[in-house]
């Protein structure tokens, strides 16, 4: 591929990010006392309790009473009133999101990812820039469809959550479960976690400034498309990155090794599938992006039964979803449909968006029945559970002994749920849907919650760093703590236990 021709392609979307930043800035620090005026004058979802005197007919607004609409009302009934939810209803709820999670991790494992790797091999992109976009879509598309409903159907903060909450839950939680379960210590490369770590601080720090206002206008979510056009820049010259890192970093005798080992790298070439015994082996394993492994085998039924009780009980479960799949989804893997790669892609994109729905929908009924925010159930149960098809690849590359997949794997993804997930359905909002308006954010501690996003960056490199860059199980127990904090810090932010950053949601 001639790389040459592109870099004017890229220098030009450079320069124009350099022009949208200043604007970007300027508006965002600039934008405190108008953020406290519209605080006080409500959004669109703000409801105020109205009284009517006695011998008038003009209403008398309350504003100390004033609430919020909840998502629930956003979403068709659920043929239950709030006593019988509160007494055992619930439980149907959440049983169904349950069912919702395990759905979304079928159709994105076994079905999404693998279709993906068919449309990078047809277009015959590198395994860098392959990783970077259609594996990301494929792992993160739980996370892209709730940050669509978020903006286009509840208008809330529920996407916005899920994505944050992800982005903590895949750096800590998954970090913390790879070290472990891996089996072994994880030896780690520079290079791939300063990368992707850089990466996804740049992004982070793009959200705060975008969401300080608690709105969100088209040269915003713009400027967070051309982001992610620039990592994926960024991913397409990795190689010649990492030879200018390694020789003005590190020492010549580890610079020959270094170089040795991408010189391996690069005669790798971007291969078809391979059949095997145990599966199919996804091709993308170059540095620092994402390698899946299908563990289902090409040639199975949903007729056929697995051996042992937890295997039996899980197939059990299971099978609704996975005749419904097999009838609606063609799998590409197998040989009558190879090259219905395309419309295994177009069928996952609805399933997914199905199951999303449903998901987001029951979660807010839950939200709403034991009076959680929306905000704390996108940013810990909506984020957990969409962030299922991550945590599983990871897991599967580091007890290969690959670390620096699985770190990768982790962090990358949170670039892309960050700048994608969230700046294409805002600038899609703000620009076909409502020209020149915006987007709220209703909840005000998500730039601060969304601070809290640095120290999730920072303090597993400190440590990672001073544990001599390497992965093992007490990181992996500092990892799990730190994520905890979080959780709790973000609960108490949404409750506003430390402060007032968030009106209440109406009890009807």
């Not at 105020?48 to 009473?65: G, Y």
């Not at 609704?320 to 190879?338: A, G, H, M, S």
């Not at 962030?387 to 590359?397: D, H, R, T, W």
Request: proline share 4%; aromatic share 12%; glycine share 6%.
């Amino acid at each position: 591929m001639n790389r040459q021709g592109k870099h004017g392609h890229f220098a030009v979307l450079i320069v124009f990010a350099c022009f949208m930043f200043p604007a970007l800035l300027y508006k965002s620090l600039l934008s405190l006392s108008q953020r406290t005026k519209d605080r006080e004058g409500g959004s669109s979802r703000t409801r105020r309790s109205v009284e009517l005197e006695k011998n008038t007919s003009a209403p008398i607004v309350i504003l100390d009473k004033a609430c919020l609409m909840p998502t629930m009302d956003d979403f068709p009934g659920d043929f239950m009133t709030q006593y019988q939810r509160k007494h055992g209803g619930a439980i149907f709820h959440f049983l169904l999101a349950m069912y919702m999670f395990i759905g979304l991790a079928t159709v994105c494992d076994d079905y999404f990812v693998p279709s993906l790797e068919k449309i990078a091999l047809k277009l015959r992109l590198s395994s860098d820039v392959a990783g970077a976009t259609f594996m990301a879509v494929g792992t993160s598309a739980p996370e892209l469809f709730a940050a669509i409903i978020g903006v286009f159907i509840t208008e809330g903060d529920i996407g916005l959550a899920a994505v944050v909450g992800s982005g903590m839950f895949n750096v800590l939680f998954v970090l913390a479960i790879c070290a472990l379960f891996a089996g072994s210590v994880l030896p780690l490369s520079r290079w791939p976690l300063l990368r992707d770590s850089f990466c996804y601080l740049m992004s982070i720090a793009a959200l705060v400034f975008v969401t300080y206002d608690e709105k969100v206008y088209w040269y915003e979510a713009l400027v967070l498309v051309c982001m992610y056009l620039l990592y994926v820049a960024i991913m397409y010259f990795n190689r010649e990155l990492e030879r200018r890192f390694l020789r003005s970093v590190l020492s010549r005798k580890e610079d020959d090794d270094v170089e040795g080992n991408i010189t391996n790298d690069e005669n790798k070439t971007l291969l078809p599938h391979q059949d095997n015994e145990d599966g199919i082996v996804s091709p993308f394993s170059s540095s620092g992006v994402q390698e899946i492994e299908v563990i289902l085998p090409a040639n199975e039924l949903p007729s056929s039964t697995p051996r042992g009780i937890i295997s039996w009980t899980l197939w059990i479960i299971k099978s609704p979803v996975t005749c419904l799949f097999y009838l609606t989804i063609p799998d590409c893997r197998k040989d009558r449909w190879e090259n219905w790669y395309y419309v295994s892609f177009v069928a996952c994109l609805v399933w997914t968006a199905i199951l999303s729905y449903v998901l987001v929908w029951m979660l807010a009924i839950i939200g709403f029945t034991l009076a959680i925010p929306g905000v704390i159930m996108g940013l810990t149960f909506l984020a957990a559970g969409s962030s299922v098809p991550e945590g599983i690849s990871s897991l599967i590359v580091a007890r290969r002994g690959d670390g620096d997949m699985a770190v990768s794997h982790a962090i990358g993804s949170n670039v892309f749920n960050i700048l994608f997930c969230l700046g294409v359905p805002w600038l899609l909002k703000t620009t076909f849907v409502h020209l020149g308006g915006h987007v709220d954010v209703v909840s005000g501690s998500m730039s601060y919650t969304s601070l809290c996003l640095f120290a999730s960056v920072i303090f597993p490199l400190v440590f990672i760093a001073l544990n001599r860059w390497y992965l093992n199980k007490f990181l992996g127990m500092i990892f799990l703590v730190l994520y905890l904090a979080f959780v709790a810090v973000a609960t108490l932010f949404g409750l506003n236990l430390l402060g007032d950053f968030n009106e209440k949601t109406c009890k009807s």
